[in-house]
């Protein structure tokens, strides 16, 4: 993980991690954390940071403006802990916050460049987490890249 990212993991049992899950979502992993990647959309978007998600073969990506130049994206990530035989285990997920800025580039070209992770955008998505009665904690070996 780069400095410049944060990542934290947080316990909650807010979100679906036992349901079926359709076969043709995350590449076909069918990972749990669509309700969350949504639900952490809308509060994004009722602070003024235009965000959307999808998925990924890895979990769910949300991506988002914070200014015209600024965007950012939070990776969710799985880590119920289910198994073959259908056990949940704890309802825990990830998230990997990243942020990049376009800026110019001689003096016709722009070019993006990775920046901290804007402080609204941090605090949206901890005041979220607050509000659920979730206590996110640092994520000390959170994906690369």
Known sequence: MEAL?????????????SSALPEEDNAGNQ??????AAWLC???NAKGLDAVF???DWGWLIQGTAT?????????????????????????WGLRLRASRRKK??????KTVKIPVPPAVEAA??????AIG????????????
Not at 105 to 110: A, G, I, V
């Open 134 to 145: 979730a206590s996110p904690r640092p994520w000390m070996d959170g994906p690369a890249g």
């Open 42 to 44: 809308e509060r994004l």
């Open 105 to 110: 580039w001689f003096w016709r070209f722009q």
């Open 125 to 130: 998505v901890l005041k979220a987490l607050d």
């Open 68 to 92: 015209p130049a600024t965007s950012f994206e939070i990776g969710v990530y799985d880590f119920t802990g289910g198994s073959e035989d259908g056990a949940v285990g704890t309802p825990e």
């Open 54 to 56: 999808w998925d990924e």
């Open 5 to 17: 990212d944060k990542a934290i993991v947080f316990t909650s049992s807010k979100f679906d991690c």
């Open 31 to 36: 990972l749990y954390g669509r309700d969350l």
